[in-house]
């Protein structure tokens, strides 16, 4: 578990923790986010970094805690409802969708720089440098750099096959390549609500 966390794989934690105060140095937790540039650092337009705490305060936990036992409750503690505000299939517009993938390279780099505080890890470097480049990539491709998106989609092939993303990744290239980036996200809006 330790690592699913700290690499970001396996299963999304959500928004729910339950943490013993001595585990948590908020001094070192705010010194090291005011490291990174909190500008667009939430998922949502209109979100503060705030809102977003839930996506770092995890790997900061764990990788600042070497000898804390890390665990999961396997049942339902509480309801979470979902709405037009917290989807991200109610990111109609490509802007939103853009400013989603900014703030996802930035949660990423906030998590790899809270993590490399405390551990030097390269798998864990090379996972989030991955991921900035998967970022990267959407962003091209959103912002019709056709050319710059196939030549980063073949950079990052190695990292693809072993992710096993190698054809939803390529059908995404594909697709918003031919429909571009509106059509696109139309028509994956339109998929993922029936």
């Known amino acids: 578990m330790r690592e699913s966390i700290l690499l970001t794989k396996g299963f999304w ?18 010194m090291v986010l005011a490291q990174q540039p909190p500008p667009k650092l939430t998922y949502l337009e209109g ?18 805690n070497a000898n804390f036992k890390v665990g999961f409750v396997n049942e339902v503690l509480f309801k979470h409802r979902e709405h037009g505000n917290n989807s991200w299939n109610s990111t109609l517009r490509l802007g939103m969708v853009l400013c989603n993938v900014e703030s996802w ?60 993303r190698i054809a939803r990744t390529f059908a ?11 059509s696109f996200i139309r028509w994956r809006i339109q998929r993922n609500s029936k």
């Open 105 to 164: 390279q930035l949660i990423h780099a906030t998590r790899y720089h809270l993590i490399a505080h405390f551990l030097r890890d390269r798998k864990i470097e090379t996972r989030y440098t991955n991921f900035q480049e998967e970022m990267e990539l959407l962003r091209l491709q959103l912002t019709n750099q056709k050319l710059k998106a196939i030549g980063k989609f073949i950079f990052i092939l190695p990292f693809l096959f072993k992710e096993k």
């Open 13 to 30: 934690l959500g928004s729910a923790y339950a943490v013993r105060k001595e585990a948590i140095s908020l001094e070192t937790f705010e």
């Open 47 to 64: 979100h503060r970094w705030r809102d977003t705490l839930d996506n770092v305060l995890a790997p900061f936990i764990v990788a600042s």
């Open 172 to 182: 995404r290239l594909l697709a918003i390549t031919f429909l571009g980036p509106e």
